[in-house]
Protein backbone atom coordinates (compact mmCIF):
# COMPACT_ATOMS: atom_id res chain seq x y z
CA UNK A 1 0.00 0.00 0.00
CA UNK A 2 1.53 3.30 -0.94
CA UNK A 3 1.12 6.08 1.79
CA UNK A 4 2.53 9.62 1.32
CA UNK A 5 6.05 8.86 2.85
CA UNK A 6 5.95 11.15 5.96
CA UNK A 7 2.16 9.52 7.38
CA UNK A 8 3.45 6.84 9.44
CA UNK A 9 5.95 8.83 11.54
CA UNK A 10 2.92 11.53 12.05
CA UNK A 11 0.47 8.74 13.30
CA UNK A 12 3.11 7.81 15.77
CA UNK A 13 3.30 11.11 17.18
CA UNK A 14 -0.50 11.23 17.44
CA UNK A 15 -0.21 8.12 19.42
CA UNK A 16 2.15 9.58 21.42
CA UNK A 17 0.57 12.43 22.25
CA UNK A 18 -2.19 10.40 23.47
CA UNK A 19 -0.43 8.24 25.59
CA UNK A 20 1.24 11.59 26.81
CA UNK A 21 -2.41 13.12 27.08
CA UNK A 22 -3.47 10.54 29.35
CA UNK A 23 -0.73 10.64 31.49
CA UNK A 24 -0.87 14.30 31.94
CA UNK A 25 -4.29 14.88 32.35
CA UNK A 26 -6.12 11.69 33.50
CA UNK A 27 -6.49 11.00 37.36
CA UNK A 28 -6.45 7.60 37.98
CA UNK A 29 -3.21 5.57 38.25
CA UNK A 30 -4.32 2.68 35.95
CA UNK A 31 -5.25 5.01 33.31
CA UNK A 32 -2.19 6.29 33.48
CA UNK A 33 0.00 3.59 33.43
CA UNK A 34 -1.86 2.77 30.39
CA UNK A 35 -1.42 5.63 28.81
CA UNK A 36 2.22 4.82 29.47
CA UNK A 37 1.69 1.87 27.90
CA UNK A 38 0.26 3.34 24.35
CA UNK A 39 3.30 6.05 24.24
CA UNK A 40 6.06 3.10 24.90
CA UNK A 41 3.94 1.20 21.92
CA UNK A 42 4.21 4.09 19.59
CA UNK A 43 8.01 4.64 20.35
CA UNK A 44 8.58 0.42 19.21
CA UNK A 45 6.21 0.97 15.67
CA UNK A 46 8.27 4.63 15.17
CA UNK A 47 11.89 2.38 15.43
CA UNK A 48 10.56 -0.34 13.59
CA UNK A 49 9.40 1.82 10.81
CA UNK A 50 12.48 3.04 10.67
CA UNK A 51 13.96 -0.50 10.35
CA UNK A 52 11.64 -1.33 7.41
CA UNK A 53 13.40 -1.53 3.77
CA UNK A 54 10.97 -1.44 1.19
CA UNK A 55 11.30 -4.84 -0.90
CA UNK A 56 12.80 -6.47 1.99
CA UNK A 57 12.99 -9.43 3.68
CA UNK A 58 12.48 -10.23 7.50
CA UNK A 59 15.93 -10.72 9.25
CA UNK A 60 16.04 -14.25 8.85
CA UNK A 61 18.78 -15.38 6.29
CA UNK A 62 17.15 -17.57 3.92
CA UNK A 63 17.71 -18.80 0.32
CA UNK A 64 15.15 -16.50 -1.47
CA UNK A 65 16.19 -12.95 -0.66
CA UNK A 66 18.59 -10.82 -1.23
CA UNK A 67 17.47 -7.55 0.34
CA UNK A 68 16.60 -7.72 4.05
CA UNK A 69 15.37 -5.17 6.73
CA UNK A 70 17.75 -3.87 9.60
CA UNK A 71 17.56 -6.41 12.11
CA UNK A 72 18.92 -3.80 14.86
CA UNK A 73 15.90 -1.91 15.44
CA UNK A 74 14.29 -5.13 16.18
CA UNK A 75 16.71 -6.52 18.67
CA UNK A 76 16.38 -3.29 20.73
CA UNK A 77 12.73 -3.29 20.46
CA UNK A 78 12.14 -6.46 21.86
CA UNK A 79 14.45 -5.61 25.03
CA UNK A 80 11.97 -2.99 25.29
CA UNK A 81 8.85 -4.60 25.26
CA UNK A 82 9.90 -7.22 27.89
CA UNK A 83 11.48 -4.51 30.05
CA UNK A 84 8.47 -2.66 29.30
CA UNK A 85 5.87 -5.20 31.09
CA UNK A 86 8.61 -5.56 33.82
CA UNK A 87 8.46 -1.54 34.98
CA UNK A 88 4.62 -2.31 33.53
CA UNK A 89 4.59 -4.92 36.10
CA UNK A 90 6.36 -3.24 39.08
CA UNK A 91 4.15 0.19 38.75
CA UNK A 92 0.91 -2.36 38.83
CA UNK A 93 1.78 -3.57 42.56
CA UNK A 94 3.03 -0.14 43.74
CA UNK A 95 -0.45 1.12 42.91
CA UNK A 96 -1.88 -2.16 44.33
CA UNK A 97 -0.02 -0.63 47.42
CA UNK A 98 -0.92 2.65 46.77
CA UNK A 99 -4.97 1.63 46.93
CA UNK A 100 -4.08 -0.15 50.54
CA UNK A 101 -2.34 2.51 52.00
CA UNK A 102 -4.51 5.77 50.69
CA UNK A 103 -8.05 3.67 49.87
CA UNK A 104 -7.74 5.13 46.46
CA UNK A 105 -5.97 5.73 43.25
CA UNK A 106 -7.58 8.53 41.93
CA UNK A 107 -4.64 11.32 42.12
CA UNK A 108 -6.98 14.05 43.49
CA UNK A 109 -7.88 12.03 46.50
CA UNK A 110 -4.18 10.85 46.87
CA UNK A 111 -2.67 14.57 47.45
CA UNK A 112 -5.82 15.75 49.55
CA UNK A 113 -5.01 12.94 51.75
CA UNK A 114 -1.13 13.74 51.28
CA UNK A 115 -2.22 17.37 52.09
CA UNK A 116 -4.12 16.46 55.25
CA UNK A 117 -1.63 14.55 56.83
CA UNK A 118 1.40 17.04 56.74
CA UNK A 119 -1.21 19.42 57.93
CA UNK A 120 -1.96 17.21 60.54
CA UNK A 121 1.50 16.66 61.74
CA UNK A 122 1.94 20.40 61.49
CA UNK B 1 -5.95 -28.46 -10.79
CA UNK B 2 -3.91 -25.64 -9.35
CA UNK B 3 -6.64 -23.37 -10.80
CA UNK B 4 -9.37 -25.10 -9.09
CA UNK B 5 -6.86 -25.28 -6.23
CA UNK B 6 -7.27 -21.38 -6.41
CA UNK B 7 -11.26 -21.30 -7.04
CA UNK B 8 -11.58 -23.36 -4.01
CA UNK B 9 -9.00 -21.54 -1.74
CA UNK B 10 -10.98 -17.88 -2.92
CA UNK B 11 -14.44 -19.11 -2.07
CA UNK B 12 -12.91 -20.34 1.26
CA UNK B 13 -11.79 -17.36 1.98
CA UNK B 14 -14.28 -15.33 0.83
CA UNK B 15 -16.92 -17.47 2.54
CA UNK B 16 -14.96 -16.90 6.28
CA UNK B 17 -14.22 -13.47 5.51
CA UNK B 18 -18.12 -12.89 5.15
CA UNK B 19 -18.54 -15.01 8.53
CA UNK B 20 -16.14 -12.44 10.34
CA UNK B 21 -17.87 -9.53 9.21
CA UNK B 22 -21.72 -11.10 10.03
CA UNK B 23 -19.77 -12.08 13.42
CA UNK B 24 -18.93 -8.51 13.68
CA UNK B 25 -22.40 -7.47 12.80
CA UNK B 26 -23.94 -9.23 15.07
CA UNK B 27 -21.46 -8.29 17.88
CA UNK B 28 -22.87 -4.54 17.59
CA UNK B 29 -26.36 -5.05 16.94
CA UNK B 30 -27.72 -8.13 18.62
CA UNK B 31 -29.58 -7.11 21.95
CA UNK B 32 -27.77 -8.90 25.49
CA UNK B 33 -24.64 -10.72 26.41
CA UNK B 34 -25.62 -14.01 24.99
CA UNK B 35 -27.40 -12.94 21.72
CA UNK B 36 -23.71 -10.95 21.37
CA UNK B 37 -21.45 -14.38 22.54
CA UNK B 38 -23.04 -16.15 20.04
CA UNK B 39 -22.40 -14.14 16.86
CA UNK B 40 -18.73 -13.93 18.54
CA UNK B 41 -18.52 -17.46 18.49
CA UNK B 42 -19.53 -17.70 14.51
CA UNK B 43 -15.82 -16.02 13.86
CA UNK B 44 -13.98 -18.71 15.41
CA UNK B 45 -16.03 -21.65 15.46
CA UNK B 46 -16.30 -21.52 11.23
CA UNK B 47 -14.98 -17.59 9.87
CA UNK B 48 -11.19 -18.56 10.89
CA UNK B 49 -10.78 -21.87 10.41
CA UNK B 50 -12.18 -21.29 6.77
CA UNK B 51 -9.93 -18.32 6.11
CA UNK B 52 -7.33 -20.75 7.10
CA UNK B 53 -8.26 -23.45 4.89
CA UNK B 54 -8.19 -20.50 2.19
CA UNK B 55 -4.72 -20.23 3.34
CA UNK B 56 -3.09 -23.13 3.21
CA UNK B 57 -5.08 -24.28 -0.18
CA UNK B 58 -2.94 -21.61 -1.55
CA UNK B 59 0.47 -23.54 -0.66
CA UNK B 60 2.67 -26.35 -1.40
CA UNK B 61 1.93 -28.85 1.71
CA UNK B 62 4.71 -28.26 3.91
CA UNK B 63 5.46 -27.26 7.54
CA UNK B 64 3.72 -23.83 7.31
CA UNK B 65 0.50 -25.91 6.38
CA UNK B 66 1.13 -27.78 9.47
CA UNK B 67 1.11 -25.31 11.63
CA UNK B 68 -2.00 -24.01 9.72
CA UNK B 69 -3.90 -27.06 10.47
CA UNK B 70 -2.60 -27.14 14.01
CA UNK B 71 -3.96 -23.32 14.68
CA UNK B 72 -7.34 -23.79 13.60
CA UNK B 73 -7.96 -26.93 15.94
CA UNK B 74 -6.36 -24.56 18.43
CA UNK B 75 -8.93 -22.41 18.07
CA UNK B 76 -11.78 -24.28 17.52
CA UNK B 77 -10.82 -25.85 20.54
CA UNK B 78 -10.13 -22.94 22.68
CA UNK B 79 -13.52 -20.83 21.44
CA UNK B 80 -15.97 -23.10 23.10
CA UNK B 81 -14.41 -23.34 26.13
CA UNK B 82 -13.84 -19.29 26.47
CA UNK B 83 -17.57 -18.93 25.73
CA UNK B 84 -18.41 -21.19 28.17
CA UNK B 85 -16.43 -19.50 30.80
CA UNK B 86 -17.10 -16.03 29.73
CA UNK B 87 -20.82 -16.82 29.76
CA UNK B 88 -20.43 -18.79 33.06
CA UNK B 89 -18.73 -15.22 34.34
CA UNK B 90 -21.87 -13.36 32.90
CA UNK B 91 -24.33 -15.19 34.81
CA UNK B 92 -22.30 -14.80 38.00
CA UNK B 93 -22.28 -11.18 37.28
CA UNK B 94 -26.19 -11.22 36.80
CA UNK B 95 -26.72 -11.62 33.58
CA UNK B 96 -29.77 -13.05 32.77
CA UNK B 97 -30.66 -14.93 28.97
CA UNK B 98 -33.66 -12.31 26.92
CA UNK B 99 -35.72 -15.38 26.98
CA UNK B 100 -35.92 -15.48 30.76
CA UNK B 101 -36.31 -12.13 31.08
CA UNK B 102 -38.63 -11.28 28.68
CA UNK B 103 -41.24 -14.53 28.70
CA UNK B 104 -43.85 -12.40 28.55
CA UNK B 105 -42.48 -10.58 25.92
CA UNK B 106 -41.67 -13.47 23.50
CA UNK B 107 -45.00 -14.43 22.57
CA UNK B 108 -46.06 -10.99 21.34
CA UNK B 109 -42.54 -10.85 18.98
CA UNK B 110 -43.71 -14.16 18.23
CA UNK B 111 -47.07 -13.21 16.58
CA UNK B 112 -45.54 -9.81 15.18
CA UNK C 1 -5.53 0.78 7.40
CA UNK C 2 -3.94 -0.51 10.66
CA UNK C 3 -2.48 2.64 11.12
CA UNK C 4 -6.17 4.03 11.29
CA UNK C 5 -7.58 1.15 13.52
CA UNK C 6 -4.88 2.01 15.96
CA UNK C 7 -5.74 5.87 16.17
CA UNK C 8 -9.39 4.22 16.47
CA UNK C 9 -8.81 2.13 19.21
CA UNK C 10 -6.39 4.76 21.19
CA UNK C 11 -8.87 7.59 21.08
CA UNK C 12 -11.69 5.28 22.33
CA UNK C 13 -8.87 4.15 25.03
CA UNK C 14 -8.55 7.89 26.21
CA UNK C 15 -11.78 8.77 26.19
CA UNK C 16 -13.65 5.64 28.11
CA UNK C 17 -14.07 5.69 32.02
CA UNK C 18 -14.62 1.96 32.60
CA UNK C 19 -10.92 0.76 33.53
CA UNK C 20 -11.92 -2.70 32.11
CA UNK C 21 -12.73 -1.53 28.79
CA UNK C 22 -9.72 0.50 28.19
CA UNK C 23 -7.83 -2.68 29.24
CA UNK C 24 -9.07 -4.90 26.45
CA UNK C 25 -8.96 -1.62 24.25
CA UNK C 26 -5.24 -2.14 25.19
CA UNK C 27 -5.00 -5.13 24.30
CA UNK C 28 -7.06 -4.74 21.08
CA UNK C 29 -4.18 -2.49 20.81
CA UNK C 30 -1.26 -4.56 21.38
CA UNK C 31 -2.65 -7.01 19.40
CA UNK C 32 -2.64 -4.41 16.39
CA UNK C 33 0.78 -3.52 17.29
CA UNK C 34 1.96 -6.59 16.54
CA UNK C 35 -0.04 -7.16 12.95
CA UNK C 36 1.82 -3.59 12.08
CA UNK C 37 5.25 -5.09 12.97
CA UNK C 38 4.46 -8.10 10.81
CA UNK C 39 3.78 -5.85 8.00
CA UNK C 40 6.87 -3.81 8.72
CA UNK C 41 9.16 -7.18 8.30
CA UNK C 42 9.63 -7.45 12.17
CA UNK C 43 8.67 -11.08 12.71
CA UNK C 44 10.36 -11.67 16.30
CA UNK C 45 9.41 -8.03 17.63
CA UNK C 46 5.30 -9.10 16.53
CA UNK C 47 5.83 -12.27 17.78
CA UNK C 48 7.22 -10.90 21.19
CA UNK C 49 4.34 -7.71 21.01
CA UNK C 50 1.57 -10.60 21.14
CA UNK C 51 3.07 -12.79 23.50
CA UNK C 52 3.82 -10.24 25.70
CA UNK C 53 1.45 -7.06 25.15
CA UNK C 54 -1.68 -8.71 24.20
CA UNK C 55 -1.29 -11.58 26.62
CA UNK C 56 1.00 -10.97 29.98
CA UNK C 57 0.01 -7.28 30.09
CA UNK C 58 -3.86 -7.70 30.16
CA UNK C 59 -3.37 -10.19 32.60
CA UNK C 60 -1.37 -8.22 35.21
CA UNK C 61 -3.59 -4.95 34.17
CA UNK C 62 -7.09 -7.14 34.48
CA UNK C 63 -5.60 -8.99 37.97
CA UNK C 64 -4.54 -5.67 39.50
CA UNK C 65 -7.80 -3.97 38.43
CA UNK C 66 -9.39 -6.81 40.53
CA UNK C 67 -8.05 -4.81 43.66
CA UNK C 68 -8.05 -1.26 42.71
CA UNK C 69 -11.71 -0.89 41.19
CA UNK C 70 -12.84 -0.61 37.69
CA UNK C 71 -14.24 2.31 37.24
CA UNK C 72 -12.28 6.05 36.89
CA UNK C 73 -13.82 9.43 38.14
CA UNK C 74 -14.32 12.32 36.42
CA UNK C 75 -12.13 15.24 36.15
CA UNK C 76 -13.80 18.71 37.54
CA UNK C 77 -10.14 20.02 35.92
CA UNK C 78 -10.23 21.87 32.83
CA UNK C 79 -8.19 19.37 30.61
CA UNK C 80 -7.11 23.10 28.00
CA UNK C 81 -3.80 23.00 29.63
CA UNK C 82 -3.22 20.22 29.07
CA UNK C 83 -4.72 19.92 25.71
CA UNK C 84 -2.34 22.99 24.77
CA UNK C 85 0.95 21.41 26.10
CA UNK C 86 0.44 17.96 24.42
CA UNK C 87 -0.63 19.94 20.80
CA UNK C 88 2.71 22.27 21.12
CA UNK C 89 5.13 18.96 21.91
CA UNK C 90 3.14 17.13 18.84
CA UNK C 91 3.82 19.87 16.70
CA UNK C 92 7.00 20.47 17.87
CA UNK C 93 7.48 16.61 17.28
CA UNK C 94 6.16 16.76 13.81
CA UNK C 95 8.35 19.80 12.85
CA UNK C 96 11.38 17.97 13.89
CA UNK C 97 10.46 14.97 11.94
CA UNK C 98 9.95 16.73 8.86
CA UNK C 99 13.07 15.81 7.19
CA UNK C 100 13.11 12.08 8.43
CA UNK C 101 13.85 9.28 6.00
CA UNK C 102 11.25 7.95 4.02
CA UNK C 103 9.41 4.48 5.13
CA UNK C 104 11.21 1.80 3.27
CA UNK C 105 14.14 3.90 2.16
CA UNK C 106 17.67 1.88 1.35
CA UNK C 107 19.67 4.52 2.08
CA UNK C 108 18.38 5.71 4.70
CA UNK C 109 21.49 6.99 7.49
CA UNK C 110 19.75 3.28 10.10
CA UNK C 111 20.60 1.43 7.21
CA UNK C 112 24.37 2.25 6.67
CA UNK C 113 26.47 1.88 9.35
CA UNK C 114 26.23 -1.14 11.29
CA UNK C 115 23.63 -3.55 9.98
CA UNK C 116 25.15 -3.96 6.82
CA UNK C 117 28.19 -5.67 8.60
CA UNK C 118 25.53 -7.80 11.10
CA UNK C 119 23.55 -8.80 7.71
CA UNK C 120 27.00 -9.91 5.39
CA UNK C 121 28.54 -11.16 8.55
CA UNK C 122 26.09 -12.74 10.83
CA UNK C 123 25.90 -16.23 9.09
CA UNK C 124 30.14 -16.45 8.79
CA UNK C 125 30.87 -15.12 12.63
CA UNK C 126 27.90 -17.09 14.53
CA UNK C 127 26.86 -19.84 12.08
CA UNK C 128 22.81 -18.66 13.14
CA UNK C 129 20.38 -17.44 10.29
CA UNK C 130 18.06 -15.44 12.68
CA UNK C 131 19.60 -11.87 12.54
CA UNK C 132 18.11 -10.93 15.42
CA UNK C 133 19.50 -14.01 17.68
CA UNK C 134 22.79 -13.31 16.61
CA UNK C 135 22.74 -9.98 17.39
CA UNK C 136 20.87 -10.13 20.56
CA UNK C 137 22.26 -13.18 21.81
CA UNK C 138 25.82 -12.69 20.54
CA UNK C 139 26.83 -8.90 19.18
CA UNK C 140 24.76 -7.46 21.45
CA UNK C 141 24.64 -10.22 24.52
CA UNK C 142 26.14 -8.10 27.09
CA UNK C 143 23.18 -5.42 26.78
CA UNK C 144 20.64 -8.89 26.78
CA UNK C 145 22.77 -10.30 29.84
CA UNK C 146 21.22 -6.80 31.49
CA UNK C 147 18.25 -7.15 30.39
CA UNK C 148 18.23 -10.21 32.22
CA UNK C 149 19.26 -8.94 35.04
CA UNK C 150 16.66 -5.69 34.80
CA UNK C 151 13.18 -8.93 34.28
CA UNK C 152 14.40 -10.21 37.21
CA UNK C 153 14.76 -7.24 39.51
CA UNK C 154 11.73 -6.27 38.63
CA UNK C 155 10.74 -9.66 39.74
CA UNK C 156 12.20 -8.83 43.03
CA UNK C 157 10.47 -6.10 43.17
CA UNK C 158 6.82 -7.04 42.90
CA UNK C 159 8.07 -9.85 45.07
CA UNK C 160 8.91 -7.41 47.93
CA UNK C 161 6.08 -5.26 47.27
CA UNK C 162 3.15 -7.63 46.88
CA UNK C 163 4.53 -11.09 48.48
CA UNK C 164 4.64 -14.37 46.92
CA UNK C 165 1.52 -15.52 48.07
CA UNK C 166 0.05 -17.80 50.19
CA UNK C 167 -1.46 -21.21 48.51
CA UNK C 168 -5.19 -21.18 49.33
CA UNK C 169 -7.48 -20.30 46.51
CA UNK C 170 -8.85 -17.60 44.35
CA UNK C 171 -12.57 -17.21 44.01
CA UNK C 172 -14.12 -19.99 42.52
CA UNK C 173 -17.67 -19.83 40.98
CA UNK C 174 -19.56 -22.24 39.30
CA UNK C 175 -20.84 -25.59 39.59
CA UNK C 176 -18.27 -28.22 39.78
CA UNK C 177 -19.17 -30.14 36.38
CA UNK C 178 -18.48 -26.27 34.75
CA UNK C 179 -15.14 -26.15 36.06
CA UNK C 180 -14.78 -29.93 34.95
CA UNK C 181 -15.27 -29.08 31.09
CA UNK C 182 -12.69 -26.38 31.44
CA UNK C 183 -10.24 -28.58 33.23
CA UNK C 184 -10.47 -31.18 30.12
CA UNK C 185 -10.25 -28.56 27.60
CA UNK C 186 -6.86 -27.13 29.10
CA UNK C 187 -5.46 -30.18 30.40
CA UNK C 188 -5.23 -31.17 26.80
CA UNK C 189 -4.02 -27.67 25.44
CA UNK C 190 -1.10 -27.55 28.33
CA UNK C 191 1.72 -29.98 26.90
CA UNK C 192 1.06 -28.92 23.72
CA UNK C 193 1.70 -24.80 24.71
CA UNK C 194 4.85 -26.59 26.66
CA UNK C 195 5.87 -28.69 23.85
CA UNK C 196 5.08 -25.49 21.73
CA UNK C 197 7.32 -22.83 24.13
CA UNK C 198 10.40 -25.41 24.04
CA UNK C 199 9.73 -25.24 20.42
CA UNK C 200 10.39 -21.66 20.25
CA UNK C 201 13.30 -21.54 22.52
CA UNK C 202 15.30 -24.15 20.93
CA UNK C 203 14.31 -22.96 17.00
CA UNK C 204 14.93 -19.23 17.84
CA UNK C 205 18.40 -19.59 16.42
CA UNK C 206 16.51 -20.76 12.62
CA UNK C 207 13.17 -18.96 13.06
CA UNK C 208 11.30 -16.15 14.63
CA UNK C 209 11.99 -16.94 18.44
CA UNK C 210 14.03 -17.52 21.28
CA UNK C 211 14.34 -17.45 24.92
CA UNK C 212 12.01 -14.19 25.74
CA UNK C 213 8.90 -15.64 23.96
CA UNK C 214 9.68 -19.05 25.04
CA UNK C 215 9.54 -17.69 28.69
CA UNK C 216 6.62 -16.01 28.04
CA UNK C 217 4.97 -18.84 26.73
CA UNK C 218 5.82 -21.48 28.76
CA UNK C 219 5.16 -18.48 31.80
CA UNK C 220 1.26 -18.21 30.35
CA UNK C 221 0.98 -22.26 30.44
CA UNK C 222 1.11 -22.13 33.81
CA UNK C 223 -1.36 -19.27 34.56
CA UNK C 224 -4.04 -20.87 32.80
CA UNK C 225 -3.28 -24.16 34.92
CA UNK C 226 -3.46 -21.83 37.83
CA UNK C 227 -7.24 -19.82 36.56
CA UNK C 228 -8.34 -23.61 36.03
CA UNK C 229 -7.30 -25.68 38.57
CA UNK C 230 -7.08 -23.10 41.51
CA UNK C 231 -4.07 -21.66 43.08
CA UNK C 232 -3.72 -24.67 45.94
CA UNK C 233 -2.69 -27.03 43.27
CA UNK C 234 -0.64 -24.87 41.18
CA UNK C 235 1.62 -24.07 43.85
CA UNK C 236 2.00 -28.15 44.40
CA UNK C 237 2.95 -28.18 41.02
CA UNK C 238 5.46 -25.24 40.90
CA UNK C 239 6.07 -23.88 44.50
CA UNK C 240 6.45 -20.17 44.64
CA UNK C 241 9.82 -20.26 46.86
CA UNK C 242 11.46 -21.71 43.48
CA UNK C 243 10.32 -19.41 41.63
CA UNK C 244 12.99 -16.35 42.55
CA UNK C 245 15.61 -19.53 42.91
CA UNK C 246 14.57 -20.08 39.52
CA UNK C 247 14.84 -16.95 38.58
CA UNK C 248 18.27 -16.54 39.84
CA UNK C 249 19.59 -19.45 38.10
CA UNK C 250 18.97 -18.22 34.68
CA UNK C 251 20.67 -14.62 35.37
CA UNK C 252 23.48 -17.47 36.71
CA UNK C 253 23.80 -19.34 33.71
CA UNK C 254 23.79 -16.12 31.34
CA UNK C 255 26.39 -14.81 33.87
CA UNK C 256 28.65 -18.18 34.13
CA UNK C 257 28.83 -18.81 30.24
CA UNK C 258 30.34 -14.74 30.71
CA UNK C 259 32.51 -15.69 33.00
CA UNK C 260 33.24 -19.25 31.66
CA UNK C 261 35.15 -17.16 28.71
CA UNK C 262 36.98 -15.14 31.40
CA UNK C 263 38.08 -18.29 33.13
CA UNK C 264 39.69 -19.37 29.15
CA UNK C 265 41.43 -15.93 28.74
CA UNK C 266 39.25 -14.64 26.38
CA UNK C 267 36.59 -11.19 26.70
CA UNK C 268 33.80 -11.70 28.83
CA UNK C 269 31.05 -13.42 27.17
CA UNK C 270 33.21 -13.91 23.86
CA UNK C 271 31.73 -17.45 22.77
CA UNK C 272 34.35 -18.25 20.39
CA UNK C 273 36.19 -19.20 23.55
CA UNK C 274 33.78 -22.26 24.35
CA UNK C 275 35.27 -25.21 22.15
CA UNK C 276 37.63 -25.99 19.60
CA UNK C 277 35.60 -24.66 16.63
CA UNK C 278 34.57 -20.88 17.34
CA UNK C 279 31.35 -21.49 15.11
CA UNK C 280 30.22 -24.59 17.51
CA UNK C 281 31.18 -22.14 20.18
CA UNK C 282 28.88 -19.36 19.27
CA UNK C 283 26.07 -22.06 19.18
CA UNK C 284 26.85 -23.36 22.39
CA UNK C 285 27.04 -19.98 23.80
CA UNK C 286 23.43 -18.74 21.85
CA UNK C 287 21.96 -22.13 22.82
CA UNK C 288 23.14 -21.13 27.08
CA UNK C 289 22.07 -17.99 27.14
CA UNK C 290 18.88 -18.23 25.75
CA UNK C 291 18.02 -20.77 27.98
CA UNK C 292 19.02 -18.87 30.74
CA UNK C 293 16.78 -15.84 29.11
CA UNK C 294 14.16 -18.26 28.92
CA UNK C 295 14.14 -19.42 32.74
CA UNK C 296 14.60 -15.64 34.13
CA UNK C 297 11.71 -14.35 31.95
CA UNK C 298 9.47 -17.57 33.48
CA UNK C 299 10.53 -17.67 36.64
CA UNK C 300 9.72 -14.16 36.70
CA UNK C 301 6.49 -13.53 34.89
CA UNK C 302 5.25 -16.48 36.97
CA UNK C 303 6.22 -14.76 39.98
CA UNK C 304 4.43 -11.66 39.74
CA UNK C 305 1.29 -13.33 38.59
CA UNK C 306 1.73 -15.22 41.81
CA UNK C 307 1.77 -11.78 43.77
CA UNK C 308 -1.11 -10.35 41.59
CA UNK C 309 -3.61 -13.08 41.93
CA UNK C 310 -3.10 -14.13 45.89
CA UNK C 311 -3.10 -10.30 47.29
CA UNK C 312 -6.61 -10.37 49.36
CA UNK C 313 -8.88 -7.93 48.30
CA UNK C 314 -8.73 -4.42 51.14
CA UNK C 315 -12.38 -4.27 52.49
Redesign the interface.
Known amino acids: ?E?P???????V??????????V?????L??K???L??FQ?SV??FY???????????????DAAE?????????L???A??????????G??????I??QY?S??E?DIHRADVQADEDEA | MSLLLDILSGLALLAGSLLCITGGIGLWRLPGVFCRMHAASLNDTLGTPLILLGLMLQMEPSLTTLKLVCIALFIMMTNPSATHALSRAALHGGERPLADRAAGAEDESSKR | ?L?AL??AV??A??RMRD?FS??ML?SI??LL?AA??MD??????AF??AA??AG??TI??L???R???RS??A?R?N?LL??S???V??AA??YG??D???????N?P??QH??PY??QN??ADTGV????T???ASY?GF??FG?TL??FT??L??ML??GSGRARDNQQYGSEDDRNIQRLVVRALIPWILVFALYVQFHGD???G?G?QAGVIFASAFVLFDLVHGHRVTAQVIPAHWLPRLGALGALIYGGVGLCSLFVGQPFLDYAALAQDPIAGQHLGILLVELGVGLT?FS?ITA?YY??ST?EQ?R
Open positions: MLGLFNYWVVVLMMAGFYVIEQGNVKLIGGLAFIISIGKVADGAPPILGLYSNPLPHVILTIVVGVATTAVLSLIVRHEGVED | MLLLAFAVLVVFYSTLFLDAVDVTEVGVSLMASLLVGEQRRPALVVATGLILSAPLLGDPAAQVAYIAMPNLVAVLRDTEVVAGAVLLFGAGFVVIAFRL
